[in-house]
């Protein structure tokens, strides 16, 4: 594809593709031409949630920018760092629950509570409200059964309820916290004179949507791939950098595997021209597999460096979370093997998550 049709229409899903890195980048960072914000393009349904409609992800500047700014801070590098021993004893405690069993699912025990319960912290949620968080979460990233209409409709109604009782819930705790002093997200976008309430309630949503199932997806991606490239000793000694060796699994396994935007206006990009309201999909999987930008890019190098990866976007919407998901994949990686002596993979056959937008598994038994 990147080499035969890079940038390529599809009549079925009436969108165009987009798969050179350097194409990627260019959809990325040029907001101007290729705009996240989607609200009025055809194809996309933001069904009745006015919440959602109103969060950093779908905005551009200048209203994208306020919404952005009240939060910035609290997820820069520095301030990420000084959550690390809260990080840690959640790590801990999720595998404490699980050190002695034979065999594990990295997914279920471990992978996907740790990142929901580390995002419920730093929102500050209730710690006896945090299962009913969890299960929100779950109708959030949930696939339906099977692909039957009444399947995906039913699944589509199940996200809507969870997303509807979530924006009741932190609308209410927004309103509690109103004229709180807490050092909690939820306080902090309370008090921010910046946000209207609908606003609020969608940052929060926000949160949960772009941190949790990505997070899980790079945690489990990571032992995933040590294992299959036999790498995990290796990294357990500290003979191979885990920092460096998280970053190659961002590359090689990206867990994010593609972006939208919309044309804001005609724009010619790798030979073809893409008109005004149309709709593009940049992959960025495909992107970080570009032999134009890295050497054996089907190779899992754990080494690699420089990794100019886009995992993370790129442009004015670069992941806010970025600091803290390679924290989090840090430090699950560091306590998995330091926990245990092998985390190895069982033989079973190993399933997919059911959306071509992410990449990851639906659980990984270890052993
Ligand atoms: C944006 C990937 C973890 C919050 C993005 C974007 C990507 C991405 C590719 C760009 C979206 C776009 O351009 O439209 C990832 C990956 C993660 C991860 C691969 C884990 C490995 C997190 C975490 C949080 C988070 C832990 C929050 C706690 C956000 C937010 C945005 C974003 C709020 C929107 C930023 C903006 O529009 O300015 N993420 N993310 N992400 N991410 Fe992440």
New binding site residues.
């Given amino acids: 594809m990147r080499r035969e049709s890079p940038v390529r229409y599809d009549e079925s899903r009436k969108m165009w593709d987009v798969f050179r890195y350097e194409d990627v980048d260019r959809v990325?960072s040029d907001y101007d031409a290729f705009s996240?914000d989607m609200r009025d393009a055809e194809a996309v349904s933001f069904d009745d949630d006015q919440a959602m409609r109103r969060?950093?992800?779908?905005?551009e500047p200048p209203e994208?920018d306020r919404?952005?700014r009240f939060v910035d801070e609290r997820?820069r590098p520095g301030t990420i760092r000084e959550l690390q021993p809260r990080l840690e004893a959640f790590a801990a405690e999720f595998l404490d629950a699980v050190e002695d069993a034979d065999r594990i699912d990295l997914v279920g025990d471990f992978a996907y509570p740790f990142?929901v319960t580390?995002?419920a912290e730093?929102l500050g949620i209730p710690a006896d409200r945090r299962d009913q968080f969890k299960s929100w979460s779950d109708a959030l990233v949930a696939s339906p059964t099977e692909e039957t209409t009444a399947a995906m409709e039913k699944n589509e109604r199940q996200r809507q309820r969870a997303r509807r009782e979530m924006a009741e819930y932190f609308g209410d705790l927004l309103d509690e916290r109103a004229d709180g002093d807490g050092d909690d997200l939820i306080t902090l976008a309370a008090t921010s004179d910046d946000l209207e309430r609908d606003e609020k309630v969608g940052f929060c949503i926000?949160?949960l949507i772009?941190?949790?199932i990505?997070?899980t997806?790079?945690i489990t991606n990571a032992v995933w791939c040590f294992d299959e490239h036999d790498v995990t000793d290796a990294v357990r000694t500290g003979e191979i950098d885990r920092k460096q060796a998280i970053e190659e699994v961002?590359r090689y396994r990206?867990?994010?595997q593609s972006?939208?935007?919309v044309a804001t206006r005609d724009v010619e990009l790798g030979g073809e021209t893409i008109e005004a309201g149309e709709l593009v999909t940049a992959w960025?999987g495909s992107a970080n597999r570009d032999p134009d930008v890295f050497d054996a890019p089907e190779e899992f190098r754990p080494e690699r460096s420089p990794n100019r990866h886009?995992?993370?976007?790129?442009?004015?919407?670069?992941?806010?979370?970025?600091p803290?998901?390679?924290v989090?994949?840090d430090i699950a990686l560091d306590a998995l093997l330091d926990r245990f002596d092998t985390i190895e993979p069982t033989d079973e056959p190993k399933s997919p998550l059911s959306t071509q937008l992410l990449h990851g598994l639906e659980a990984l038994p270890c052993r």
């Fill in positions: 990325l996240s969060t950093m992800i779908n905005a994208h919404l952005r997820f990142p580390v995002i730093l926000l949160l772009a941190g949790n990505t997070t997806n790079l961002l990206s867990p994010a972006i939208r935007r960025i886009i995992a993370f976007g790129k442009g004015i919407h670069y992941c806010l979370g970025a803290l998901a390679r989090e994949a």
